[in-house]
């Protein structure tokens, strides 16, 4: 990443950009088909001070090279069809995330920290699922906490059997919260767990050796000591074999160039205008300035300047940034400009071209950062007037707002001449970039109203006025000149004015309807449960489990259930 940062040095920023050679964390081995990423935690390489990252125990500054990592692989190394996760310390897999970290950190800090984790964790599970990039965790060592929680998100768990090492979820018995952030959700709902077993398991701080693991399903298989590295690349290979992934040469994922004022972050696809007096960002996407390549050849030479990918990295970067570093910027508000038949022809092309590799590898990330997106905590509305250009791709960035505000003609004050704005759908639009719920968020717009889901599907790639886009309930007001401006900013005013963890619970109900799925939960949970256990003083308190962690006195509790 390339940061111009205008704003005074005294500033304390989080970046998320990094880069292989400057991990401290992670190394990343390649054989062939097969690569290993090994976690050697640097122990004073904490992204804040405090702290000590002790026995391969994790924070955010670990996660966010391991996101980089996940990224690289799939776009710089196509070749590569199995990943072997294992520890680089003898006898420990990874102590999970660090207690030191969680004891001092702000609560809004820990909760950021867990969703980043988790969505680090499904982009391993969708490289599995979507890129033939199988991971396997080769727990080498004791494997706690998120620790074991990381190695769930691997498609194969084998486990070392040496008579010492074990998995285990015990943030229950030892620190008062709840492993509901990925790991029992994980447990029961991906492997298949007992309930009975599950409950057993999450209440037993030392966890389960080799034998039981594999008995219960903890893990997948277990191997002894003697034969471990021997049985592990048998292994990887094995699931390398299996992928049909494409051994194209790939793409180098360049540093990013984002300039920082007080008010102001600017990419070459979007620029956010901060407004900390009113608590709200202006985000102004901006489309293509020029037609596709002709064909996959040309799109793959055009690498990290293909406009979707481009635009998926830097919209992503700034939700990060957002998110962690400005958290009193309540509401974002979303704006599009440039050419919708430009937009359209780059939406048509991802379609058209599904199959190859890079492609294919665009499409997932613009999937995953709409995810991102997705699970904010932050109020989004997107604003459509003349200049939009929210057809198929960019749409869906509307669509995962909030709430939608299109203008009814044009500004007659400001440019009476202009086109008045559009919306269109597309065959991406119904399936492409699907929710964590598994539906599209047409689909999830829709739910329960089968007749609007239908009638949305016969409007796909026909441009849709104001009036038509209200009649078929694709955007919530509609409005021409005379009123837009003035309901829009009372809108914004009234959200603003709003308890923004009232808002955080409301908005995360409203955005997932339909089928649970375990992401969803994991979400869901993360966002209600997590909120409410780690500000309780059982977790939290002066005598909390949390804060009397390594000190040799168990937590003090309050023994009423609430």
Known sequence: MTVVDERPTDV?????????????????????????????????????????????????????????????????????????????????????????????????????????????????????????????????????????????????????????????????????????TGGLTRVVDKRHV????????????????????????????????????????????????????????????????????????????????????????????????????????GVLAAGVDYWPLTLARELDDLVLHLRTNEPELGTWVFRTRGSADLVRAYDEQLTALAGDWFVDEVRLLWKRVLKRLDVTSRSLVAVVEPGSCYVGLLLEVALACDRQYMLEGVYEDVDPDAEPAVIELTRASF??????????????????????????????????????????????VALDDIDFADELRIALEERASLSPDALTGMEANHRFVGPETTETKIFGRLTVWQNWIFVRPNASGPDGALRRYGSGQRGSFDHDRV
């Open 194 to 297: 007992r309930k009975d077993r599950a409950d057993v398991f999450a209440s037993k701080a030392e966890g389960f050796r080799a034998g039981t693991a594999v008995e219960w399903g903890l893990v997948d298989a277990s191997v002894p000591r003697q034969r471990w590295g021997e049985a592990i690349t048998e292994r990887a290979r094995e699931l390398a074999s299996r992928s049909s992934r494409s051994g194209e040469p790939g793409v180098t994922l360049t540093d990013l160039t984002r300039t920082v004022t007080d008010d102001t972050i600017a990419y070459s696809t979007l620029t956010a205008h901060l407004d900390r007096s009113l608590r709200r960002v202006e985000i102004e996407l901006a489309g293509p300035t020029a037609p596709p390549p002709a064909d996959a050849a």
């Open 12 to 180: 304390p920023v989080v970046d998320f950009a990094t880069s292989p050679d400057r991990y401290r964390h992670w190394r990343v081995e390649y054989d062939d088909e097969v690569a290993t990423v090994v976690l050697q935690v640097a122990e004073d390489g904490g992204i804040v001070p405090g702290y000590e990252l002790k026995l391969n125990s994790y924070d955010l500054g670990v996660d966010i090279e391991l996101h980089d990592i996940v990224q690289r692989l799939r776009f710089e190394h196509p070749e590569v069809k199995a990943v072997v996760l294992t520890g680089g310390q003898d006898r420990m897999f990874c102590a999970g995330a660090n207690i030191r970290m969680l004891a001092r950190s702000s609560h809004a800090w820990k909760v950021n920290f867990c969703k980043f984790t988790n969505e680090t964790r499904n982009e391993i599970e969708d490289a599995t699922e979507s890129s033939g990039q199988t991971w396997l965790a080769a727990i080498n060592g004791t494997a706690a906490g998120g620790g074991y929680e990381l190695a769930l998100a691997c498609a194969d768990l084998v486990l070392i059997d040496d008579g010492s090492s074990t998995v285990s979820l015990p943030e229950v018995p030892l620190l008062g919260v709840i492993p509901g």
């Open 431 to 476: 399936g492409a970039f699907p929710m964590g719920n598994g539906l599209s968020r047409v689909e999830s717009r829709f739910w329960g109203h089968d007749d609007a889901l239908d009638a949305a599907r016969e409007a796909t790639s026909r441009p849709l006025d104001a009036a038509a886009a209200d009649d078929l309930g694709l955007v919530t």
